[in-house]
């Protein structure tokens, strides 16, 4: 029995709000082999009219003013002028259930499924919201605003609001329990839930109050209830049951039955209808409150000279009784009721309407994202299909589809052409489009920057912000998530495209509209911290981060890919705020769950993986890796940190072959990866090999963002590693394209034109061309004292450099002064705890100087603050040993500087530091014991220096001049000792390896 139930398939639309008398009312049925619409008067059951609704049409209903019928079935759902002329289908899937929203709008679901489908408005777009297993019957609340959906499968009512999209709120209606019908009464209070048990008779009809959401009685009307109705005054419910039902009077079992309960009391009173027919279904009340209408599957024979027809019953409420019955000559009925004045009809012709294109499109744009590609596309083929005749708005929306589509399969030529359509045609259509052309200038403005044609994008995306606020004002859900758009702009580089003020506001209103845990609002969060921290905003950045990552893990299911690279996002900032080891373990957690959503081998999955080695290795040996001040006196970091730089370059590179070969190479997960593995190499010393990646990406950028901080960094980094091979006038174009683009489109207090001063300065200083570097070096220092003002750290390397230069071009008074301010500001930042490194450079500009007492404290008080080194801090006192050391020798304490020396070299030995770094401290250290005259040692340490200088020979980080220098300083050493013939070939060997004097 109860698989026969499931298969029925009559189901009736319950009309709210309609206080016409009966006289002003029609009958409507619905007959599922010919797909017609019978339009019957109610009282003498007489045929007025015939619509056409369709092959496999089982549901209907009709609007309040009787001007729209709705048929749903197998096909979906046809909207049907009342007089025949036009035919509009609005939703293309199987349904078995359909019903009117108080504004013109409707609802369905299909019992096998687990999404009810709306618009709340008759030409507004339809929408899926899932509300569970087996959806069996749902009604609108009063106002419209909420959806009150029976969910079989679960055993309870869930409540959908309609503006969110989203289920609010579930109703219970104890274990057991499976709903099957229910009715919202005419003052919208009160929702009577018909339920089926484990037994025959266990039926039960709950009362629920709408207010309180929960169930305040239970009527044990027997059976299985199948419709439920109300007289249009409330005062009675009536319920139409399709299995056995106990009499109320005399206890006994008796055939099918509807039910009259009285609303006040909840008493109520069977009236038997076996005799008449079978197979209950639908149940509609007249408004003059004494006649009711049920369909059935069978009539009687003894009621009907033929067998196995379908029929109506008229029920006559007063006496509680069926007055007559109305026979329709194929299986099963749907019935309503609705204003109308019976008259004839005529067929028409189907015409398609923007519900059904809208509809296609949006139940393909979830197959998508369920990955049923092939779903997908023959739902968008499909719309496009029946827009294409009529153009205009509807051919433009599905443009818009279509272009998204392709976007997503990485046909961007495709895309943007679609793109392009889609505005010229939505541009042509009216107001009520707005929001569509929006979508399609946005969408076109995002493909470009992601392809690389960014400046055309900013105006495409200022655009349809201005669209949307002109339509919607600027509070408006809508504008805000464009703002969004502005904001992918902005990251991308283009500029400021967004103000610190919008972006406040942009987020006050999605918190507003969306509430505090929705997805979207997760992502635009996201989006905002990375805003933030390329701004150098880390603790605003953070802390967005951390609200992105718990919005998406309180709503999404942990499967979702979004929850990983969430977890992403957080590491990232983690590492910008230096919080190194919980960086790498959400990174961790982040990969672990996208392996799961997207596989190991996935280009994402691959390339956080090599994110992940490399911040376990930075983690593992923090300060790796030389800093500027570093590679400028000749001390780097040690050996361990060269073997973990070889393994993460490996890592990026197997990343970047994965993303290149997987999405191509234009990609932006490709060229991320293709950056990333260029830092690597750079920071394995692999120059030549980072100058071949860096190539190919300043020449793609330079096609794509011609005027952006993209190629500006690409740039910067290009400098240095050409600088590190020695191609010097490549290295100074690359820092000359740099300057003159920041020059242009950033203003004098951005942090990248800053840095583009530098670099191009301190290259021409380092290449001894500090005529030229001079001018870039003081407006570097300017720019600087604006941005951090005077006594600020940040002035330390251009004061320290711009010293330097002073020297050599003999300006002796002004590069102490240059040199003396640095040691001030080094001085004041070190004490307690402060820059060391600051200190560090302020003595080497003293040194640089010549102020050698200066210095010498300077160097000193580095010393006292670095008793018990580790990690790079070690790296700094074996500088300030080795700088002291030299300032000793000169003011004849060579035996001081001797222990200095050998302290150094006992760091770089336990630290493995590269060879060509020990080669400099043993040739200090030779140096020093030769003016003491310990020549055995002398000549050993020499020996040993230039063995490990030679050895570095393919270590593109060891710098040029050391064998050079090495050469000619054994020379001096064998010359003091009267070996001239040794010191000829020495001096000859430093000038084959480039020393002069």
Not at 701 to 717: D, G, I
Request: aromatic share 4%.
């Amino acid at each position: 029995m109860a698989s026969r139930l499931l298969r029925a398939v009559a189901t009736v639309l319950y009309c709210v709000g309609v206080a016409t008398a009966s006289a002003s009312e029609c009958l409507y049925t619905l007959g599922r082999d010919s797909g017609t619409i019978g339009i019957y008067d109610p009282l003498g059951l007489r045929l007025a009219g015939e619509i056409e609704a369709g092959d496999g049409a089982t549901t209907l209903a009709v609007d309040a003013d009787g001007q729209q019928l709705y048929a749903g079935g197998l096909h979906g759902i046809t909207r049907i002028s009342v007089d025949g002329s036009k035919h509009r289908p609005l939703l293309a899937t199987s349904i078995d259930r359909i019903v009117q929203s108080p504004e013109g709008g409707f609802a369905a679901l299909a019992r096998r499924g687990d999404a009810v489908f709306y618009t709340t408005q008759a030409d507004g777009v339809a929408r899926s919201v899932r509300v569970g297993q087996a959806p069996a019957d749902l009604v609108f609340s009063r106002n419209g605003f909420e959806l009150y959906v029976a969910v079989a499968g679960t055993g309870a009512i869930n409540i959908v609001d309609v503006k969110a999209g989203a289920v609010v709120g579930t109703i219970e209606l104890g274990e057991g329990r499976f709903p099957e019908t229910l009715a919202l009464s005419p003052d919208g209070r009160s929702l009577f839930v018909g339920s089926n048990g484990e037994s025959p008779e266990a039926g039960l009809v709950h009362v629920v109050d709408v207010l309180y959401r929960k169930v305040v009685a239970e009527i044990a009307v027997g059976g299985g209830p199948r419709s439920i109705a109300f007289s249009r005054d409330g005062r009675l419910a009536l319920v139409a049951d399709a299995r056995l039902a106990v009499a109320q009077r005399s206890g006994q079992l008796v055939g099918e039955t509807v039910a009259v309960i009285d609303t006040e009391t909840l008493g109520f009173e069977l009236i038997t209808v076996a005799d008449y027919g079978r197979g209950l279904s639908d149940i509609v009340a007249v408004g003059d409150g004494i006649h009711a209408f049920v369909s059935v599957e069978t009539l009687a024979p003894e009621n009907d000279d033929l067998d196995q027809l379908s029929g109506v019953l008229q029920i006559d409420l007063g006496e509680r009784l069926v007055r007559r019955t109305l026979r329709l000559n194929e299986p099963q009925a749907a019935l309503s009721i609705a204003a109308g004045d019976c008259s004839p009809f005529d067929d028409a012709p189907v015409e398609v309407g923007p519900i059904l294109v809208e509809t296609l499109l949006t139940l393909g744009e979830a197959d998508a994202r369920a990955g049923r590609d092939d779903a997908a596309d023959g739902r968008l083929q499909r719309a496009f299909d029946l827009a294409r005749a009529g153009g205009g708005a509807v051919l433009g929306r599905v443009y818009l589809a279509k272009a998204s589509r392709a976007w997503q399969q990485r046909d961007y030529p495709l895309a943007g052409a679609l793109y392009k359509d889609a505005v010229r045609l939505l541009r042509g259509s009216t107001p009520l489009h707005t929001s569509e052309l929006a979508s399609a200038l946005a969408g076109l403005g995002l493909l470009r920057i992601a392809t690389g044609s960014g400046d055309s994008a900013k105006a495409l995306l200022d655009e349809s912000v201005a669209l949307l606020r002109q339509s919607f004002g600027a509070d408006h859900l809508f504008v805000a998530l464009a703002m969004n758009n502005l904001v992918l702009a902005e990251m991308a580089g283009l500029g400021e495209c967004v103000s610190s003020e919008e972006v406040k506001h942009m987020l006050s209103v999605l918190r507003r509209d969306l509430g505090p845990l929705h997805p979207y609002l997760a992502e635009v969060l996201s989006n905002v911290a990375l805003l933030y921290q390329g701004d150098g905003r880390f603790d605003d950045a953070l802390a967005l981060q951390r609200e992105a990552v718990e919005i998406r893990g309180r709503v999404l299911p942990l499967g979702d890919a979004s929850v990983g690279r969430g977890l992403l996002n957080l590491a990232t900032a983690l590492t910008a705020s230096g919080e190194l080891e919980e960086a790498k373990e959400r990174l961790k957690e982040g990969v672990r769950l996208l392996e799961t959503a997207l596989g190991a081998d996935h280009p994402d999955v691959v390339l956080a993986r090599s994110s992940l080695v490399s911040l376990s290795q930075r983690a593992a040996g923090e300060g790796c890796g030389s800093s500027v001040v570093n590679r400028r006196i000749g001390v780097g970091s040690g050996g361990e940190c060269e073997g973990a730089g070889q393994e993460v370059a490996q890592e990026f590179r197997d990343a970047a072959e994965v993303t290149t070969r997987e999405l191509g190479q234009a990609a932006p997960v490709s060229l991320a990866a293709s950056r990333r593995l260029a830092d690597a190499l750079q920071e394995a010393g692999r120059h030549a090999e980072a100058v071949d990646e860096l190539d190919k990406l300043v020449s793609h950028f330079r096609k794509t963002k011609p005027h952006s901080r993209e190629v500006v960094h690409l740039l910067h980094n290009l400098g240095f590693s050409l600088l590190s091979l020695a191609r010097v006038e490549a290295a100074l174009a690359a820092y000359r394209e740099s300057l003159e683009i920041a020059r242009a489109a950033f203003s004098e207090s951005d942090p990248d034109f800053a840095l583009s001063l530098q670099n191009l300065g301190q290259g021409l200083f380092e290449v001894g061309r500090c005529d030229e570097a001079e001018p870039l070096l003081r407006e570097h220092l300017r720019v600087q004292e604006s941005r951090f003002g005077r006594d600020a750290t940040e002035l330390l390397i251009p004061l320290n450099t711009l010293a330097q230069c002073a020297a050599k071009l003999g300006r002796a008074d002004n590069a102490v002064a240059l040199s003396q301010r640095a040691a001030a500001i080094g001085r004041a930042s070190a004490p307690g705890g402060g820059d060391v490194n600051a200190l560090v450079v302020a003595a080497e500009s003293l040194n640089q100087a010549g102020n050698l007492v200066e210095a010498e404290a300077g160097y000193r008080e580095v010393l006292t603050l670095l008793v018990r080194p580790v990690g790079h801090a070690q790296s700094l006192r074996m500088q300030a040993l080795i700088q002291l050391a030299g300032i000793l020798n000169k003011t004849e304490r060579s035996e001081e500087a001797l222990g200095l020396i050998e302290e150094a070299a006992g760091i770089a030995e336990s630290n493995r530091s590269p060879k060509w770094v020990r080669a400099i401290i043993l040739g200090n250290l030779a140096g020093t014991q030769g003016e003491l005259g310990r020549t055995s040692a002398a000549d050993e340490n020499f020996r040993t220096a230039i063995e490990f200088a030679e050895a570095s020979s393919g270590d593109r980080q060891a710098p040029g001049w050391i064998l050079g220098r090495l050469f000619n300083a054994y020379a001096d050493h064998k010359e003091q000792n009267g070996d001239d013939a040794e010191s000829r070939k020495l001096r000859r060997l430093a000038r084959e390896h480039g020393f002069d004097s």
